[in-house]
């Protein structure tokens, strides 16, 4: 497995807070896991309002897991000023997610200037019991910011 360096020396810091701060995330109520240079892991506590019927996690909510997972995990290797945004996303559902929590581990496949290719594995966790659930390949652009007296552009 590819050990990936980062350019932003408070890489961690920047991904959490970015992604944490989005009105989606806060929604979702998630935390973080484990940051590292092209990993992230998303920990989702169950919420009866992110479930079916049954009890079971809601599909969509499995891809968003998979798509903040593998899109954090993109963001570790992007430069101090830099964020990047979902321009596609490809989920298969392999199992149903039900218990106490889901654990989404995303990683990078191949990093690049203007778009990463990252993907995610989503597992449903119960104690030391893990079964994977979903998996997902996410292609991100990546997006210089600018200060608020410039236009932003692509």
Not at 67 to 80: E, H, K, V, Y
Not at 94 to 114: E, F, S
């Amino acid at each position: 497995m590819q050990a990936w360096q980062a350019e932003n020396p408070d890489f961690e810091a920047a991904v959490t807070g970015a992604v944490l701060s989005m009105p989606a995330a806060e929604h979702l109520g998630f935390g973080f896991g484990r940051v590292a240079p092209g990993k992230a892991e998303i920990i989702q506590p169950y919420r009866t309002e992110l479930t079916q019927h049954d009890g079971f996690f809601q599909g969509g909510v499995l891809g968003s897991l998979a798509d903040f997972a593998a899109g954090s995990a993109a963001g570790t290797l992007l430069q101090p000023g830099w964020v990047n945004m979902t321009i596609d996303y490809t989920v298969k559902i392999l199992a149903p997610a039900k218990g106490p929590t889901v654990v989404a581990r995303g990683r990078v496949i191949k990093p690049g200037a203007l778009i990463t290719i990252a993907a995610a594995e989503v597992f449903s966790v119960d104690g030391n019991d893990e079964k994977l659930c979903a998996t997902a390949l996410v292609t991100m652009r990546n997006v210089k910011l600018f200060s608020a007296d410039r236009e932003a552009r692509p």
